[in-house]
């Protein structure tokens, strides 16, 4: 096969994937991306902008850490960007319990991390002040994760 016959096989192919595309939503079944966000609760918002950033949280939680919190609520789910993990991880909360779970997972990991600051702080005196900022974050955004959880679900 050469390269020209491949790339009309690749047009063909694209054309038709639009074309089952076109048909499969054409009863409006389908929702865009922005219609699909309109389902995810504000909360949800709200704890992605206060404790994924870590210039906000103090802590960095990698796509890892979000497969680690959920393996150990018996959930999983596919490598993703990190925002689309984390809304798999937050979309089976259905119950406070649920949340609170979610809640305590975060927090586990955010006083693991923390320990690992101390750690650090205590071999390198140099680097205390910083870490104690980070540590100080972190705190805060445990504290946040409460007043979400007692806003929303008590």
Known sequence: ???R???ELRGEFEALQQQNASLECADGSCISDEEAREDYPDYLRAIYAE???PAKSGTYFSRWDL?????ELDES?????RERMFQKFMQWIATPEDMQAVIGEFKKLMD???DIYRDYATKYPATKESFDKKIQKV???KAYLDKVYVE???
Not at 67 to 71: F, G, I, P
Request: hydrophobic content about 55%; charged content about 25%; some cysteine.
């Open 1 to 3: 096969m050469d390269m």
């Open 51 to 53: 404790i994924m950033p």
């Open 77 to 81: 789910f596919a490598l993703d960007v």
């Open 139 to 141: 705190e805060a955004s």
């Open 67 to 71: 497969k680690r919190m959920a393996s």
């Open 5 to 7: 016959d491949l790339n």
């Open 112 to 114: 693991l991390k923390c």
């Open 152 to 154: 929303f679900f008590t």
